[in-house]
């Protein structure tokens, strides 16, 4: 019998969705915004905390796209981002006409650069323009070096997207992600640690802002009987459905949060030993990461026939998916004409780096056959 595939990241149901998404039904509130999402909303802000004002959207990139015109970026205004991410973290920059700016990953949380972020804020500004917004990237669950960002971003005043698509419920010194920049961003995508089917959340410090993100998100519509408008609109705002679905998968977030941690001491079990792999983690105490994806680099060999692409293959042959890491922004032909500073650590961990199966409804056969490809790789090159 052929092997069923095991996935990166399977969205996993809680048995709850169905109650939330029967209520909407029989409301017949069945359109954008209603009582769903704004349960929903009241449900993230409590799991937040830290006064924290919660938009529900239709996807992550909508809410990145709604933070830069909160923040009155416009055509041509420079923006800078992490190089190492999805390609939804840098998009909306070009949405806005603006200018993306890249920034490389330090190797301990590879997320930004402290030290390459001040270079490229000095040097945009010696240019003749200062950045509006730093965009940056709790990638993988884990947290960035939020001290450190946020103390350059305050000292040159330039706000913070801190976007957390990745890491809900991963905390830095005991406070969520997500929290950590002006405004915050959270996606519900499939496959996320929860998931609405499709959606996203901004996370904004007050009620004016958040009032002013659903204003946008729905059209941007004046104070008037008749439809009137001065601001370009977005038709951006979450599903009622899509937030019945939220509301029952909120419910298992924390035991996802475990099942996918349990699943990274897995990994760091059955790696250990074999000098080649490095599983990636956290390095101290401040950070606590949901572990969205297990992610190893793949040391260059002098064995044969040990690197990424052959682990990958061995991976692909017994049927279980793997990727590697992000490609970088700035080599994305996109996005490559833009300036970029760093000093090739995106580069090289996306040369090395693997993203393993790390669905938090992997059963104890997957690991099995997960295990069995590992020690038979590392075995038949010993
Ligand atoms: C998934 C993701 C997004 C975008 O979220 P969507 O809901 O898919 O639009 C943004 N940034 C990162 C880092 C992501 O992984």
């Not at 109650?19 to 909407?24: L, N, R, S, T």
């Not at 010696?126 to 669950?141: C, E, F, Q, R, T």
Request: negative net charge; contains cysteine; charged residues 25%.
């Amino acid at each position: 019998m052929e092997n069923k595939r095991i996935f990166l990241s399977m969205s996993q149901q809680s048995g709850f969705e169905q109650k939330y998404i029967q209520k909407a039904l029989d409301d017949n509130w069945i359109t954008s915004g209603g009582p769903n999402v704004n349960d929903f909303e009241k449900v993230l802000e409590n799991y937040l905390a830290e006064e924290s004002f919660v938009t529900a959207l239709n996807s992550g990139t909508s809410a990145i796209h709604l933070a830069l015109i909160l923040l009155g970026v416009g055509a041509g205004d420079e923006v800078i981002c992490q190089s190492l991410t999805f390609s939804a973290s840098a998009n909306p920059i070009l949405y806005q006409g603006a200018i993306p700016v890249f920034v490389d990953s330090e190797s301990e949380t590879w997320n930004m650069c402290p030290e390459n972020l001040e270079i490229a804020i000095q040097d945009r500004i010696k240019k003749g323009k200062k950045p509006k917004a730093i965009i940056a990237v709790h990638l993988y669950g884990n947290p960035y070096k939020v001290d450190e960002i946020n103390e350059i971003a305050e000292r040159y005043e330039i706000p913070i997207i801190e976007d957390s698509a990745e890491a809900l419920g991963s905390t830095y010194k005991g406070k969520k992600c997500g929290t950590f920049g002006t405004f915050g961003v959270l996606s519900f995508n499939g496959n996320k640690i929860i998931t609405t089917s499709s959606g996203g959340a901004l996370i904004s410090k007050s009620k004016v802002l958040q009032e002013k993100a659903v204003f946008y998100a729905t059209q941007s519509k004046d104070e008037a009987v008749h439809y009137q408008h001065s601001k370009i609109g977005y038709n951006y705002r979450m599903s009622n459905i899509c937030a019945g679905i939220g509301l029952g998968q909120m419910e298992i977030l924390n035991k996802n949060i475990n099942s996918r941690r349990e699943i990274n001491r897995f990994y760091r079990v059955i790696f250990e030993g074999i000098d080649e792999i490095q599983l990636f983690q956290t390095v101290n105490k401040d950070c606590f990461s949901n572990y969205w994806l297990s992610t190893i680099l793949v040391q260059q060999s002098t064995k044969e026939n040990i690197n990424r692409e052959t682990l990958m293959l061995s991976f692909e042959n017994a049927n279980i998916e793997c990727r590697p890491l992000w490609k970088p922004m700035h080599l994305q032909p996109i996005f490559s004409d833009y300036p970029y500073y760093g000093n090739n650590v995106a580069e090289n961990l996306f040369e090395r780096g693997l993203c393993l199966p790390s669905g938090s409804n992997i059963t104890k056969e997957e690991k099995d056959r997960i295990k069995e490809v590992v020690n038979t790789f590392f075995e038949k090159h010993k």
